[in-house]
């Protein structure tokens, strides 16, 4: 396992390193002290992704309603080159953001999840929830569960027959991460007809506390995730008056809920080194471990916040492959009867 490294910054290329320095300025300006948001602002250079229903490059993707009166949808993104008589697992997926940024058919995260239906395989389902500060906790979990039980009851058309609910895995980066979690608390109490949730990938998990951390401290002029937005982004989502120790933000801290007696998935928490949210990360993947799970640790010693945005940097290559492993081990590939 990597240690930690010492130094508070890291190399990147040109690419990255200039997208970060622009998101990072947008979300500063776009995140007002009053805790307002200027959306229009982030919509302008968040540039939008259609979806694709012929095959290209061995996908076909598709927006799927589930509550217009909330914008409540999904994008289904299907492999079309694996044999049609093999079933392929389905992955939900919670995109990052803070809860208060970005969509499923951003430029960021469109990209991203056609990656992953492609080269797991998987069927990908990337869910648009309500986003804060204008829905506050717990739209967005609501959001999250909902969606989870749409799929159980199967009921819209164009979902692919080869696509096994049986095999179901919660999956989300930052935000989405933390969101997946608590819909796997809630998953965890409920019977469902179809799914099964077998797994849950936490990448790089959107969690925090009171308590300032050794990596909040250190990494304090990385881009993105820095305490200032962080903090921002916690007061826009809890209700009035709740602190940063809420059940929703410090998962494994005085608040949290008993995950021992629940049905909770063997989780993968995937780490950065130049991350701030780390320890807090760590904590998460410790508590698990006490509390009786299945849980596995990876870290990409010199990856920031949100590296797999980025398909040239390595670590991007090597989450997917640690994703597709962590899926086969815990549900094999299998023929469709």
Not at 156 to 169: Q, T, V
Not at 252 to 268: E, F, H, M, Q, R
Not at 293 to 300: P, V
Request: net charge neutral; hydrophobic share 40%; charged share 20%.
């Amino acid at each position: 396992m990597a240690k930690k490294q010492p130094s508070s910054s890291t190399v990147l290329p040109w690419i990255p390193r200039i997208y970060y320095s622009t998101m990072s300025v947008l979300v500063d300006v776009a995140c007002r002290p009053n805790i307002t948001i200027n959306r229009t602002l982030l919509n302008f250079f968040d540039i939008k992704i259609s979806p694709n229903k012929k095959s290209r490059n061995g996908l076909t993707s598709v927006d799927i309603a589930v509550d217009p009166a909330r914008d409540l949808w999904f994008r289904l993104y299907t492999p079309t080159e694996p044999a049609a008589d093999i079933s392929l697992p389905v992955i939900l997926f919670f995109h990052g953001g803070g809860f208060a940024t970005l969509r499923p058919d951003s430029f960021l995260y469109d990209p991203v999840c056609r990656r992953f239906a492609r080269e797991i395989p998987a069927v990908v389902v990337s869910v648009n929830y309500r986003l804060s500060p204008e829905n506050r906790f717990p739209s967005q979990y609501d959001d999250g569960f909902d969606v989870l039980k749409f799929l159980d009851g199967r009921s819209f058309d164009g979902f692919p027959p080869n696509a096994d609910l049986s095999r179901c895995f919660l999956a989300g980066d930052s935000a989405g991460a933390n969101l997946a979690h608590h819909v796997a608390c809630r998953a965890g109490k409920t019977e469902f007809r179809a799914v099964k949730v077998m797994g849950l990938i936490a990448i790089q998990p959107f969690y925090g506390g009171e308590e300032r951390t050794e990596s909040e401290l250190r990494l304090r002029r990385v881009p993105l995730v820095w305490v200032g937005i962080t903090d921002w982004m916690w007061k826009a989502l809890l209700p009035e008056g709740c602190n940063r120790d809420h059940e929703a933000v410090n998962v494994s801290g005085p608040n949290a809920a008993d995950i021992s007696v629940l049905k909770y998935p063997a989780t993968l928490v995937c780490i950065g080194g130049f991350d701030p949210l780390q320890d807090w990360q760590r904590r998460y993947y410790e508590w698990l471990k006490r509390s009786g799970k299945e849980a596995t640790l990876i870290e990409y010693p010199n990856a920031a916040h949100a590296f797999y945005w980025f398909p040239e940097l390595p670590e991007s290559s090597q989450l997917i492959t640690h994703m597709r492993d962590f899926i086969q081990k815990q549900s094999p590939n299998k023929h469709v009867n």
